[in-house]
Each structure stands twice: as C-alpha cells, then as structure tokens.
C-alpha cells in the first residue's frame, strides 16, 4: 500500500527555519516518481510549493518560495524534504507531499495527509 507521511511541521516564528520530511512507502519504483510539496492556507486553493524530478533531480520552484525553501531527496531513503528559511505569516499553511508519475496513458499520483506549518510571533 502506498503511503506518505509528513513530518517536521509546527510553530516558528517569523524569519525562523523548517524542515520538513515526507517518508515514501510501498513504492515499487520511488526514484520514478516526480515528487512535490504543495500547502495550503485556510480559504485559499491548494498551492505549488516546490518540485524535484524522479531520476534527474531537477528542481523547480513557485516565484515567492524562491530563495527561502530548497527541495531535496533521498532516493535510497525513499525520503523528500523540504527545507524552509526565512519564514514568513504569509507561509502559514498546511502542507502536503504528492508523488506523481506518468505511465503511458496512465497518472498516478498520491497525497499525504498534511503538516501543520505556523508562522506567528
């Protein structure tokens, strides 16, 4: 059964650092899979945080996350962190990992249940 489970979420304060975990399991092929993080906010749509690709590693990021927050993996872990500084209210959010890859005409993509991130002083 495939699974993600967040981590490392909780209360900080402005312009302090987060890092947060996604544990993969049951995947046959982690390395395979394009793995992101989104968030959202309370009152607003489900957000792109930031993205790595499954076997290249190449890293993508939304234009206000830029700078602040890195996107890493361990594929040998089945492991994707998010590491966050610089931290802002406005980053207040829960946030989610997904896994998403593409099988011929097929998408597979997966959520995890989400961790809390507060930014307040």
């Known amino acids: 059964q495939v699974q993600l489970v967040e981590s490392g979420g909780g209360l900080v304060q402005p312009g302090g650092s987060l890092r947060l975990s996604c544990a993969a399991s049951g995947f046959a092929f982690f390395s395979n899979y394009d793995m992101s993080w989104y968030r959202q906010a309370p009152g607003k749509e489900r957000e792109l945080v930031a993205a790595?690709?499954?076997?290249?590693?190449?890293?993508n990021y939304a234009d206000s996350m830029k700078g602040r927050f890195t996107i890493s993996r361990d594929n040998a872990k089945n492991m994707v962190y998010l590491q966050m500084n610089s931290l802002k209210p406005e980053d207040t959010a829960v946030y989610y990992c997904n896994a998403r890859r593409v099988a011929g005409m097929r998408e597979y993509r997966y959520w995890g249940q989400g961790t809390q991130v507060t930014v307040s002083s």
């Open positions: 790595i690709t499954g076997p290249g590693g190449s890293t």
